[in-house]
């Protein structure tokens, strides 16, 4: 109701609703079932949020007509390298934009949560739960279940990880990525490359350029040519474009 109010104040901001317009809506299960469906629609939400920004928007820069071009796009992942790719393209945002130096000044990153909790002081439990209600990042590939894993604790969607390595090594991997691309920063480039990259075959220049511009490189799916070129969209069942510099990128 608050979402989507019935009444608004003179300011044009939502009032709470009446007892009787929750009534209206707890006491008949076809709206309640049906509002439940919009609410965990993942389109539906973006729709409302876009909605919100773009008339705010429009208000203080007292124009009119549309304010995005698209509501959102994904982006289909579809082998570890651009995964893990994507993963670092946005943990280390906050650093691109000049936001933040370090890691653990990253404000709103899945990373810096990860960071307080692997440094928390024991005796603190609530600091131990920083990073509760996100996937663990390693996962077990030879001995792991297939398929989807809920999370038992009830605090996070799955409890499956999704890269093959360890927290560790993800970590050091976006330390050492924030040195190379993020330009004036301190200390030097390590002599030797990270193992993950040579196990997704991926140099370093390479790897400093994907990361740098997986926004750019990649739009409705990402990976290796070899590994893209066989999909078709689920909608259209069109072949996958992949941008001549990724492809160039990835088959080196």
């Given at each position: ?49 876009c909605q919100r920004v773009a008339t705010r928007a429009n208000h203080e820069d007292e124009e009119s007509g ?187």
């Open positions: 109701m608050m979402i989507c109010p019935h009444r608004r104040s003179s300011d044009g901001l939502p009032l709470p609703p009446t007892e009787a317009e929750i009534r209206s809506i707890a006491g008949c299960p076809v709206k309640c079932g049906k509002i439940r469906k919009r609410l965990s629609n993942i389109s539906w939400w973006m729709r409302l949020l549309h304010f995005f071009q698209d509501r959102f796009h994904a982006t289909r992942i579809v082998d570890e390298a651009s995964l893990l790719a994507c993963a670092a393209y946005v943990a280390l945002n906050p650093i691109r934009a000049a936001i933040a130096e370090t890691l653990e000044q990253s404000d709103h990153t899945s990373v810096q949560r990860r960071i307080q909790t692997l440094t928390a002081d024991r005796i603190d439990a609530r600091a131990k739960l920083r990073d509760s209600f996100l996937a663990p990042v390693s996962i077990d590939e030879r001995s792991g279940e297939i398929g989807p894993c809920v999370s038992k604790s009830g605090r996070r969607c799955s409890d499956k990880g999704f890269l093959p390595m360890s927290l560790k090594a993800y970590l050091e991997l976006l330390d050492w990525s924030s040195r190379q691309i993020a330009p004036g920063k301190p200390g030097r480039t390590p002599k030797d490359v990270p193992p993950v990259l040579k196990r997704l075959g991926l140099d370093t220049e390479t790897w400093c350029e994907l990361v740098r511009d997986f926004g750019r490189l990649f739009c409705s799916v990402a990976g290796r040519p070899d590994c893209v070129d066989p999909l078709r969209s689920h909608r259209t069942h069109r072949r996958y474009h992949l941008r001549r510099r990724a492809r160039e990128l990835l088959t080196r």
